[in-house]
């Protein structure tokens, strides 16, 4: 088990499974085609990112260094989360960026969601941790990464 | 954050839950960028990105419900991006059947709502809301709420105004409450390049693969260029600022790029030169070889990919009254040309509907008539961004347009050569 602490964006604890976006997360490309087809659980449809391309987001822990593309997607984020699929938590290696920070806050005022959100936990967060290990969010913006042997 | 005693006032709920919430979300949307105060917004108008209606977004329209049921006005009026449906542009019945009555379905109660909240006009819709002819152009020094990438990219650096890279809703908040939170590019501090770019090319690079390598290098940093006064001179002139648009929409969507500075061109740099540029600046050298790479680094999508292009849009940003004039003149003597009556494939210019009111009843409307050539106010991204689409062979000249869809990125000659018949299309 390794903690790693960073700062609270959205309050909160939680306990998931890890999936691990190396490169920039997409919002919209990587919800678009689960909104069109109604996929409850949100199967990334970015082909442009190999690590979660066609792997569910819906409840996860998705750990990325930010998000990229185009300014719709805080409004995309806030769709996701008011449809209840919305990652369990989100973990940002880096500081959060202004569309993922406004994706974050409208889905925690607007919506009845919950999805804790720590940024910049730093890159050795995203080079230790993995899709599949477990992770536990606590108070104070620390994360918990729990490997095979925890 | 320090707020005004209005602004307290409104976050303490005295003008309802509804104006409290959308507060408290400026508020710490400010807040995690280490913003101390709100900045009035000093531009006349918004401008939105969310400008479709797409049956998917239905919390959207509970939101605008929401807003409006609160008594919840813009304090400024405010434009949109392009609509994603128009009649003019081509497609089958099955295309029209999903596009109608599925994706776009919400696209009449949308636009209903946002006229109540504060819809500048009804021809309000073009991602380039700053041409004159759509009516919503800053003044240099204007705080602004906007989103849209390619918008807020050419007002910070083109225009000289302030604006961050604000998301769809926020940019909304912001007008409703006449206030932004203060950090990032409204401030002199961020607005300084941390990146010295240096274009040592043989000619002027393409605009749409200039951008493209600057913005895929610096990311969301401000860059400073040198070397393209020598190609574009040192006046905005219509033309250099056609170049700048395409230029600045192509950092934006390859990299998150919301201002440049072109040295000896762009108002703060003419104005204060390399103080603009940070100390610990990082530079990057641009040559002929790099801007091949960049071109040759484009990945093609299409299933198959010596396809034959079934379809062109040009015109991603919205393309000018100067642009449109002169391709319509270009497409229509490489026609002629070539000993054709029309294009080879079905060819959709671009442009704000300002502009296409503006060209009605010109020779130029009667030569692209003549050609069948369809002239749109549509957002050919939101055209080609599902899956109907994906499998079409679509050209372009728009790199904006590459990196969202499957199109495939030309060059404007290349482009020119395959829709008039001189090259294989």
Known sequence: MKEFKGRVVIPGQCSAT???SHGGFNTLASYQTSFLTGDKKATCSDQNNP???????????????????????????FTAADYGRQ???????????????????????????????????????????????????????????????? | MKLTTQQQEILDGKKGKTYAKIMETLVRYGELFGAEEMAEVTGKYGHLVTSFGLKVIDPVYKLMDELIEAGVVSKQKFTMDP????????????????????????QKRYEKQLEKLGLKSKEGFSCACYF????????KGDILSWAESSAVVYANSVLGARCNRNSGIIELFGSILGCVPKFGLLTDEGRKATWRVEVKTTKLPPAQVLGSAIGMKVMEDVPYVFGLTEYLGKELTPSVCDYLKNFGAA?????????????????????????????????????????????????IIWKNADAKPKM????????????????????????????????????????????????????????????HLTLSYICPLMYCDNPLVHSVPIITNSNKLRTYTSCRFYEDDKILEMITGKGRA
Request: aromatic letters at 6%.
């Open chain 2, 132 to 139: 004159d002819e759509q009516g919503n152009r800053p003044q």
């Open chain 2, 251 to 299: 950092t934006a969507s390859n990299g998150a790029v919301g201002l440049y500075h072109i040295d000896g061109l762009t108002p703060e740099a003419a104005e204060l030169g390399e103080s603009l540029i940070a100390e610990a600046a990082k530079t990057y050298v641009i040559d002929d070889a790099e801007i091949q790479r960049v071109i040759d680094s484009y990945p």
């Open chain 1, 51 to 77: 690590d979660i391309y066609k792997k569910p987001m819906a409840g996860v822990a998705l750990c990325l260094p930010q998000t990229i593309g185009c300014t719709t997607g805080g409004m995309i984020l």
């Open chain 2, 83 to 106: 609509r994603p449906l128009d009649k003019n542009v081509p497609s089958g019945p099955i295309q029209d059947l999903v596009f109608y009555k599925f994706m776009y379905s919400e």
């Open chain 1, 18 to 20: 890890a999936l691990v």
């Open chain 1, 87 to 150: 990652p369990a938590c989100m973990l940002f290696a880096n500081p959060i960026d202004s569309i993922g920070a406004a994706g974050v806050l409208l889905s925690d005022i607007w919506t009845d969601a919950k999805m804790p959100t720590i940024d910049s936990l730093g890159d050795e967060f995203l080079s230790y941790v993995k899709s599949g290990m477990k992770i536990n969010v606590k108070d104070g913006g620390i994360v918990e990464v729990l490997d095979g042997e925890d």
């Open chain 2, 312 to 371: 062109c849009f040009i015109g991603c940003p919205h393309l000018s009254k100067n642009e449109l004039l002169g391709w319509i003149h270009r497409i229509y003597d490489g026609v002629k040309e070539s000993g054709r009556k029309t294009t080879t494939i079905p060819t959709v210019l671009t442009a704000a509907p300002g502009v296409l009111n503006a060209i009605k009843g010109s020779k130029e409307e009667q030569m692209a008539e003549e050609l």
